[in-house]
């Protein structure tokens, strides 16, 4: 069968009637199946048989290589990119805002957006050894607080240790040093331009 990304069909695989979707949450090209949990090991072995059998090396993963699929194509997880303290036009989300449609907040992000973000989403790269996580404060050169890592991780892809963080819009252009404080010690960083990896489907 073939499916348009971002499309979906019912289908039946292994006797197991469910929803392929050509959807994702990683920077590849891929599929998610939905179906009935009492299908589970049946799909899940019946996947890695297939990978077997068409040579093709396949193997459970877990949320730290998850997080890092996402992350590097600039997808946003709920929690880190985006919360209820980080509106759309902050985390750089204003493409999938449609001004000429009611919804609520549409004031409220309008005013925003004619005032401009005081805060942005930036993609950083640490020049320095460690390892960014999740809460740790963002400094500027004279060690002022300009914000928070919400992401933080080892890139394979791009071979570095990079993140996201919300800094004050004043931090936000591409090439600004920064500084990611990690155990209380200031470690050098640079923004860089988003995504670190661009899938070549996209």
């Known amino acids: 069968f073939d499916i348009e990304r971002f499309a979906a069909a ?4 292994v006797d ?13 090209d891929g599929v998610e199946l939905y179906f009935g949990d009492e299908h589970a090991r049946r799909v899940w072995n019946a996947l890695l048989d297939a990978g077997v059998e068409h040579d093709i090396e ?10 890092s699929l996402r992350f590097e194509p600039g997808f946003a ?3 880190h990119e985006i919360s209820d303290d980080i509106n759309p036009l902050e985390a750089r989300l204003a493409w999938a805002i449609d001004f000429d449609k009611d919804f609520v907040g549409k004031e409220a992000l309008q005013r925003i957006k004619a005032e401009g973000v005081e805060r942005k989403l930036v ?26 890592v919400v992401t933080g991780m080892y890139a394979p892809t791009a071979d570095v240790y990079a993140g996201n963080a919300l800094v004050d819009a004043r931090y936000a252009a ?19 331009q988003r995504p670190l990896y661009r899938p070549a489907y996209r």
């Open 10 to 13: 019912h289908v039946s695989l």
């Open 16 to 28: 197991v009637p469910m929803v392929i979707g050509r959807t994702g949450y990683t920077g590849e």
């Open 58 to 67: 396949t193997a459970p993963i877990g949320l730290a290589a998850r997080d």
């Open 77 to 79: 997880l709920y929690g």
């Open 123 to 148: 993609t950083f790269v640490l020049l320095d050894k460690g390892v960014p996580r999740q809460g740790y404060p963002v400094l500027n050169a004279e060690g002022e607080n300009i914000g928070e």
């Open 174 to 192: 591409t090439d600004t040093p920064i500084h990611i404080e990690i155990r209380n010690k200031p470690k050098a960083a640079r923004v860089v």
